[in-house]
Structure formats: C-alpha cells, structure tokens
Nanobody, 127 residues
Framework: VQLQASGGGLVQVGGSLRLSCVASGSTFDDYGIGWFRQAPGKERVGVSCISSSDGTTYYADSVKGRFTISTDNAKNTVYLQMDNLKPEDTAVYYC?????????????????????WGKGTLVTVSS
C-alpha cells in the first residue's frame, strides 16, 4: 500500500485546511486509516483515525471538535478537515494505514498498529 498525503500549507490562526491521503495498491476496506503529526522538536503523535469496519472515528483531545476525518471510498481517499487552527497545530502531518491501527490508536499505542506510512505534508499556522 502506498499512501500520498497532500493539502498542507500556511494558514492563519482560526483558518482551515483539508488534508488528503490517497491510497494505491490496495483499498481502504481492510485498513484503519489515521493521521499523525510531528511538531518541531517533538514526538510524532496520533491525531485521528477511522475504522475500516464501521466508520467509527477517533480524535485526540487536542483536536476534538475542530478536526474531522472522513473517507471517499470511490476515490480511495481519506480526508482530515482541520478548522479553527491554532499555532500548536503546526506540524508535519502523516497519514498511516494498518489492519489494527484503529484499535492501537484508541488504546494509546498508536505505532503498534501502523503497517504503512505516507510521506508527510507540512501545516504551518501563523499567529
């Protein structure tokens, strides 16, 4: 599975961006798809995930109510709509896929469930 993330950029505080993650080589049917981010000087953390089985979603507390994850199965694409962006959202965002990703990210061992990583896309929120 190859994952290609895009949609990052520079945005002002309070603005919005939509990230996209396109999968090739397989469909999303068998995988949980998630978004991680890594801020400068910090560890990579899980941000959001969507279950392949029933579409259940997970959000980290820091983004809950502001970010929305969704899928377009016809396009094999997962989106992360980011609204009301804050300076602390500045990071490189990565999409990831894994058979057990949804479970692992919800029980706080996110990396255990990652089978595939996409390259990152940079989001910069300016104040």
């Amino acid at each position: 599975v190859q994952l290609q993330a895009s949609g990052g950029g520079l945005v002002q505080v309070g603005g919005s961006l939509r990230l996209s993650c396109v999968a090739s080589g397989s469909t999303f049917d068998d995988y949980g798809i998630g978004w991680f981010r890594q801020a400068p000087g910090k560890e990579r953390v899980g941000v959001s995930c969507i279950s392949s089985s029933d579409g259940t979603t997970y959000y980290a507390d820091s983004v809950k109510g502001r970010f929305t994850i969704s899928t377009d199965n016809a396009k094999n694409t997962v989106y992360l709509q980011m609204d009301n962006l804050k300076p602390e959202d500045t990071a490189v965002y990565y999409c990831a896929a894994g058979v057990g990703l949804f479970l692992s990210i919800t029980i706080k061992i996110p990396f255990d469930g990652v089978d595939y990583w996409g390259k990152g896309t940079l989001v910069t929120v300016s104040s």
